[in-house]
């Protein structure tokens, strides 16, 4: 037990000293890759080994495992064995599988980030005194200290494509092969993204790299992109709220459709494959696409709809014939062919309506909390917004959810072939364009309207409020006519509580606001030098009284009044002094 460890080669010690963080981040991202390829390799190894009609051996499911795993981050794969030869791109993403990738790369850039070692540590410890230190005989916790973000961030996306450069070389041999410039795009971008976020969030989520990035916006932006404290500003709310209703509404639509089409998919499930193990594949595929298609009801529900194949658009107004495509689930909730119907043009423009209802009352919320929280004990004193900040704050929101629309419709499209099959989902710009012309329509008008009815008269929501400031107003303003009134010998208060700060709002050009504090036995003398009463400062047990918040905005008005700290004394009963002997 105290027998002294020996201490650690010098050539270990400057190689821990010169890179803490670096070979702990480079194992974290590798890691991270590795498992993302092993969970797709899992997953098509048990459908290769269960489906009983197998085309190739392992080394062919294997290849079709990483060109999946390497679809997931968006890169475009080619399919080479096509009846007529060409080589067919495959350019639809899922973007559930998309999910995996970016978890497992947050996470590792979170346990890289807190991999660091404490000062002080020379590695000999079992690990388990690592964060104790001593403080004046007295042993404390003391938390790990973090690895450098940059650190973290360098290692973790290095380690990760150190992993995905050989995966796309073993995945060229296959069938379905990556695209390089895809891949060379997609794959980097996806783990600068994923691992920047996960250093980010280790760190605490600080606002300064927020605001660094927000900082070459104009200054009046600035506040509605990112609130106190690194906090999403109103604006990024309401693009957020508005942007998961037009998501939610497309998922619904979805699910309605599947619902009064469940013959035609059902049929269609099982004309494609016979064996279970292919339905089984089937669905996973079915489930992975599942936000993909939500995407592509969010841009039918706006209006510009999704294309089934080049010249092939399904929009509410109409729906062009689709081409010949092989059965499939999802595609029996398109509508049918031909010229739309009334419950498709409703079932449609409901879901951006309520979006940019939603949108706006976010926004009208934040401008009129200046009427409803301002003046509130613990209320932020917020000036209510005027109607054309909250007009700009709405548009400023629509185009940042507009922006995110016209992304995810990018994601969720693409090329399944060539010629006819070259044109898949919704065109990116059309939705844009269309969230912010429905959204600017909505979500304006409903953001100033709301805006002005919860900042009307406060006789609409009840006398109480309005009795409870005027009250101390009229009190103050009948003590200032008392003491105007009588005669300077008779002028005398104590100056505490509530009454205290009223008489001294009522008179404050008195002799007793114009001098120091009160002597410590808190007498207070008239100006005319007449007989002073005698007070005693509060006892231990005497109960302090609740201190009325209000009648500090009374006396706001009050220009020439002022204030001492022992005006804020609570109330008490004034307890005569024992005579001295």
Not at 150 to 157: I, L, M, S
Request: with cysteine.
């Amino acid at each position: 037990m105290t027998a002294r460890r020996r201490p650690p080669s010098p050539l270990l010690t400057r190689m821990r000293d010169r890179s803490p963080g670096l070979v702990g981040a480079l194992v974290e991202g590798a890691v991270a890759a590795g498992l993302g390829l092993a969970s797709f390799a899992v997953l098509v190894m048990m459908l290769w080994i269960t489906s009983p009609y197998p085309d190739s051996g392992p080394g062919g499911a294997l290849h079709v495992a990483a060109a999946l795993w390497l679809l997931a981050h968006g890169a475009e794969l080619v399919r080479t064995d096509t009846l007529a030869g060409v080589p067919a791109p495959v350019g639809v993403p899922p973007l559930l599988l998309l999910v995996l990738p970016v978890w497992l790369l947050h996470r590792a850039a979170r346990d890289a980030t807190d991999g660091g070692a404490v000062d002080g540590d020379d590695g000999t410890g079992d690990g388990f005194d690592a964060g104790v230190e001593e403080v004046q005989g007295i042993a404390m916790i003391a938390e790990p200290l973090l690895v450098s973000a940059r650190t973290a961030w360098t290692g973790v996306v290095l380690g990760y494509l150190a992993v995905a450069a050989p995966a796309a070389l073993y995945a060229a041999g296959g069938a379905l092969r990556p695209s390089w410039v895809w891949t060379g795009m997609c794959v980097p971008l996806v783990a600068v993204v994923a691992a920047g976020a996960g250093v980010w969030s280790a760190y605490g989520r600080p606002g300064g790299p927020l605001r660094r990035l927000v900082g070459v916006l104009p200054v009046g932006v600035r506040p509605l992109l990112l609130g106190p404290g690194g906090r999403p500003g109103v604006a990024a709310r309401a693009a957020a709220a508005g942007a998961a209703v037009l998501l939610g509404g497309g998922a619904l639509l979805v699910a309605l459709s599947l619902v009064g089409h469940g013959a035609a998919a059902q049929a269609a499930l099982l004309r494609l494959t016979e064996g279970w193990s292919g339905r089984f594949a089937v669905l996973l595929l079915c489930a992975a696409l599942v936000p993909n298609a939500a995407v592509w009801a969010a841009a039918y529900a706006l209006g510009p709809g999704f294309a089934l194949g080049a010249g092939h658009v399904v929009s509410p107004l109409s729906s062009a014939p689709a081409p010949f495509l092989p059965p499939f689930p999802l595609l029996a909730a398109v509508p049918e062919a031909g010229e739309g119907r009334l419950v498709h043009w409703v079932a449609a423009g409901v879901v951006p309506v309520v979006a940019g209802v939603v949108v706006g009352r976010v926004v009208a919320k934040r401008a009129a909390s200046g009427e409803r929280g301002g003046t509130r004990p613990g209320g932020g004193g917020d000036v209510v917004w005027s109607p054309g900040r909250t007009a700009r704050a709405t548009a400023l929101a629509a185009v940042l959810c507009a922006a995110v629309l016209a992304g995810l419709a990018a994601l969720a499209g693409g090329p399944l072939g060539v010629t006819v099959l070259a044109r898949f989902g919704p065109v990116w710009w059309q939705v844009g364009a269309a969230t912010l012309a429905w959204l600017v329509l909505v979500a304006v008008p409903t953001a100033v309207t709301v805006r002005a009815w919860r900042c009307r008269a406060p006789q609409a929501d009840g006398p109480t409020i309005g009795k409870q400031r005027e009250g101390p107003a009229a009190g103050a303003r009948k003590v200032s006519r008392l003491r105007k009134g009588s005669r300077p010998g008779r002028s005398w208060f104590t100056r505490t509580g509530i009454a205290g700060i009223a008489g001294v709002a009522g008179d404050a050009g008195s002799a007793g606001l114009t001098g120091s504090a009160p002597a410590a036995g808190g007498d207070v003398s008239p100006p005319d030098g007449d007989a002073k009463p005698k007070t005693s400062p509060p006892t231990p047990d005497a109960p302090y009284a609740p201190f009325g918040h209000d009648s500090l905005y009374d006396l706001q008005d009050q220009d020439d009044a002022t204030f001492e700290p022992y005006d804020f004394l609570p109330p008490h009963d004034p307890v005569p002094k024992p005579d001295s002997p």
